[in-house]
């Protein structure tokens, strides 16, 4: 059994910079009207080339408030759209930039350090050629990390003493001495430092090759100084340096290594510390006085806990790989970091989902309101205008609400964000190898933890759990293995048709891996120790944590897999009924796509609270398996273990339900009908398609711990009198959804479809469908040669289930199915299409792809062989 090991989304929080100081109104009309596909756009290019030289100029002038506002001004144009961020670039922008790194002035310093750590994570930038790039990016980072890390080291060696003297200031009992940094002065350390962390977090995140270039900073002693003082540093900056620590503690073995040698431990000590501290103080910056939280302080201390507990987890995990053997023993007890991590992540995750999705809508029509002109407005810009004074012009403040408006989403963005890492954290702690119990034998290679991929756009996460015989693989090496071209399944069947007792499910994809890979997995098992079988006083050992999950993270999982509708009805009805002008329209749009990311960032909390659940699922699979067998005589906790998972399941298909009819709903909109420009029209289909692999995000990862469930104890799925299989054979047919979707949902088919005694008409049912999905896939690839291959996992999926299904002619349905319906006369003929089909993948583009047909060839024709002899 696999546990995943979750790796977020990339873009968590952004790095501060004001990149809202006042522009002159003809630079603000130029990224307004080059936002618009239209004639003006040209024009504004030719007014850029214009007023880009004098902007760069001003990144030099001797006057402070000059060089602030050239630097944010040059931000700004760096976010608009690609003509203007490539005609920058050839005036080496991003160079002129990072020289400001190196200004006198610590106001400029915050302004560059922040635009940086932005830029850094633009759909229009990348890290690196390599690791992580993203698709049509024009500039890579990695190309200047020379001097972007040496520009870091300057900030960091000029103003370390400042930082000291202001914690040292902050400490002391009286706050008028006259030779302290003012507020302001320290204001500006505290976010250039917050600004640096984002920028190490956000490339340490995507590169590699960034990681070793962090290294060579030597950053654990002012990590190690920050966390030590938190009493006297505002929890911005803590909640900063614990998550860049966290992120480069995740990826990188000799700077933890180099940790752990510490005989004193004392950056360990400072984690343990704010991790077990649930009474920590806080710095009010405003009065310069230690004092209790808010609300929301209180919040951001509990997330800098669980920052913290995660680190000394990636910290505990580091000593596998230290030579010394006086230096690789345990140097805490894992169980309570676990536990006191869990006991925190579940305070933390407790929030109303329903309620996040209202305040968005609410801030939207806040901000209709605000662009919907009125005759006061036109009056005072007529007035304005005809006076020459841009300075009383009211378009300051409509821009000032605009962006405030926008930053009210981003903060709901940030802290779902917060929401989905912590979720993630917790399904961590079940993907490490101690934590997947196995009493029935040795332990499978195939238990290695794996990491996910991430959504970058187009594509859910492309791994599914399988059972130890599935061999499948969907994290497949091609480029194209989980939808096609356009980023979109095709549809490959028959039209789909609504279901309103039932809405479409979601599992992953079944996983196999190379030679190379399992080997690997052997020699980590070895390193680790791990014993060849599960034994009872590790559970017992680890039962504190499982009894935390149970009890208090659990209860919140089941609110927070339960996705709110609002949004997305909102968005949907919104965008359909556009009416105004064109141009109005694409302002609309750009405000509803907007929300549109806060909806994403809602579900991917969905998503990964489904994950964490499923996580916990797998790991204790099976124990669960054994819990079951033993029901009759079970007592206590085992037995309540056991009574839980039928209200589970129950719970996860209701959110499959909404998920189907949410799918099926945006299949049946068109988002781009009232948009004449083609363009427009591209964007808002682009829209919707993101709004759709969202949600399919979702059902994905609700079918996975349905499926887990289905295997440990079949008996606890509700089949609804054959409305759930209805619901699913739906799923395989709805347009527009990832393959591994599709695959996820034969997948768990299959696992109802050996459910046995007295499921005979349940099994002639997913038979029969399973047979028609071969032979359908097939024929549909050879009519349409130049298909994506990978389109076939779903079949090789119902093949590769059937083998299980139809193993044995004891079992009661294999007479009144297998033999009845004549399934091996199906199977004859889909062995000879399955071998055109598979000879015509190409090898070398579809590697992988091609040895899972190969073998699935080879166990067909053996399954046949075997099917035809085994009642003679």
């Not at 204001?187 to 490339?203: A, D, M, V």
């Not at 930053?407 to 989905?420: F, G, T, Y």
């Not at 119990?437 to 996910?452: A, E, I, R, W």
């Not at 599914?464 to 599935?470: A, F, G, N, R």
Request: with cysteine; proline share 4%; charged share 20%.
């Amino acid at each position: 059994m696999t546990s995943n090991k979750l790796s977020s989304k990339k873009i968590r929080f952004s790095a501060n910079s004001s990149l809202g100081v006042p522009v002159n109104s003809r630079l603000l009309a130029l990224l307004n009207s080059s936002a618009a596909p239209t004639e003006s756009a040209q024009l504004s290019n030719s007014a850029l080339t214009e007023t880009i030289p004098p902007i760069l100029k001003k990144l030099e002038t001797q006057d402070l408030n000059e060089r602030v506002w050239a630097i944010a001004s040059v931000g700004q144009l760096l976010s608009s759209t690609p003509s203007t961020i490539k005609l920058l670039l050839k005036y080496d922008a991003i160079n002129l930039l990072l020289k400001a790194f190196l200004d006198n002035s610590p106001e400029a310093v915050q302004e560059a350090t922040g635009i940086i750590g932005n830029l850094i994570n633009h759909q229009a930038f990348t890290v690196s050629n390599t690791d992580f790039a993203k698709k049509d990016s024009m500039f890579s980072f990695a190309s200047i990390f020379d001097s972007l890390y040496a520009n870091i080291a300057y900030i960091l060696n000029k103003f370390e003493p400042l930082l000291k003297q202001t914690v040292e200031q902050n400490a002391q009992a009286d706050k008028n001495n006259v030779s302290q940094l003012n507020l302001t002065e320290q204001k500006y350390i505290f976010t250039i430092y917050e600004n640096i962390f984002f920028i190490i977090q956000s490339i340490c995140e995507q590169s590699k090759l960034g990681i070793g270039y962090t290294n060579n900073l030597n950053l654990l002693p002012t990590i190690k100084f920050i966390l030590s003082n938190i009493s006297y540093l505002p929890i911005s900056l803590i909640m900063a340096t614990a998550q860049s620590f966290y992120t480069i503690s995740e990826f990188n073995p000799s700077l933890e290594t180099a940790l752990l040698k510490d005989p004193a431990l004392e950056m360990v000590n400072a984690l343990l510390l704010i991790l077990g501290n649930e009474n920590l103080t806080w710095y009010d910056s405003v009065s310069r006085k230690i004092t209790t939280p808010d609300q929301k302080t209180t919040k951001n201390i509990l997330f800098t806990r669980i920052l913290t507990g995660a680190t000394l987890s990636n910290l505990q995990k580091s000593r596998f790989f230290i030579t010394d053997p006086n230096s690789n023993s345990r140097k805490w007890d894992d169980i309570l970091v676990n536990h006191i991590l869990l006991d925190s992540i579940a305070s933390f995750i407790n929030i109303d989902l329903t309620e996040l999705a209202q305040s968005a809508i609410s801030i939207h029509n806040q901000l209709s309101l605000t662009r919907k002109p009125s005759p006061e407005s036109n009056t005072l810009n007529q007035n304005s205008t005809h006076n020459g004074d841009q300075s009383q012009s009211p378009d300051k403040d409509f821009n000032g609400l605009v962006s405030l408006h926008y930053s009210n989403l981003e903060v709901i963005m940030r802290d779902s964000a917060k929401i989905q890492l912590s979720l993630e954290l917790a399904a961590n702690i079940f993907a490490q190898e101690d934590f997947i119990f196995s009493d029935l034998g040795p332990v499978s290679s195939s238990s290695k933890t794996q990491p996910l991929k991430n959504k970058s756009g187009s594509v859910g996460n492309d791994e599914v759990l399988t059972s130890e015989d599935e061999w499948m693989d969907q994290n497949s090496d091609d480029d194209d293995d989980l939808v096609m071209d356009d980023g979109i399944i095709d549809n490959t069947g028959s039209n789909s048709k609504e279901d309103d007792d039932f809405s479409d499910n979601d599992i992953e994809s079944p996983d196999i891996e190379d030679q190379d890979t399992i080997e690997d997995d052997v020699e980590m098992l070895k390193t680790l120790g791990n014993e060849s079988s599960f034994s009872v006083s590790l559970w017992n050992e680890a039962e504190p944590v499982i009894q935390v999950f149970l009890n208090k993270v659990v209860p919140t999982l089941l609110k927070l897999i339960v996705p709110p509708t609002i949004l997305s009805d909102f968005i949907k009805t919104h965008t359909v009924q556009l009416e105004t002008e064109e141009p109005q329209k694409i302002q609309e749009l750009t405000d509803l796509e907007m929300l549109g990311a806060v909806n994403s960032a809602i579900l991917v909390i969905n998503t990964t609270a489904f994950a964490c659940f499923n996580n916990f699922l797998t790991a204790i699979e099976q124990q669960l398996v054994s819990l079951a067998k033993q029901k009759s005589s079970l007592e206590g906790k085992d037995s309540a273990l056991v009574d839980k998972l039928a209200p589970w399941a129950y719970e996860i298909l209701q959110s499959i339900s909404t998920c189907y009819t949410q799918l099926h709903s945006i299949n049946n909109t068109d988002f781009t009908r009232v948009f004449a420009n083609e363009e427009i029209k591209a964007r808002a289909k682009q829209f919707q398609q993101t709004i759709l692999l969202d949600w399919s995000d979702v059902l994905e990862r609700g079918i996975s711990c349905l499926w887990t469930i289905a295997r440990a104890t079949p008996e606890k799925v509700p089949l609804d009198g054959g409305n759930t299989i209805s619901g699913l054979f739906l799923v395989c047919n709805l347009p527009n959804i990832p393959i591994s979707l599709r695959t996820a949902t034969v997948g768990l088919l299959g696992q109802i479809s050996q459910m046995k005694p007295g499921h005979i008409e349940n099994n002639q049912k997913i038979g029969t469908f399973m047979i028609n999905l071969v032979l359908t896939s097939l024929e549909s690839l050879l009519a349409q040669p130049n298909t994506n291959p990978n389109t076939l996992l779903p079949a090789i999926q119902a093949l590769d289930d059937m083998f299980d299904t139809y193993s044995d002619n004891s079992f009661d349905y294999d007479a009144p199915v297998f033999v009845a319906l004549d399934f091996l006369s199906s199977l004859k003929k889909i062995l000879l299409t399955l071998k055109t089909m598979t000879k015509s993948i190409d090898k070398r583009k579809y590697k992988r792809m091609r040895s899972q047909a190969d073998l699935v060839v080879t166990n067909l024709s053996a399954f046949i062989k075997y099917k035809q002899t085994e009642r003679k």
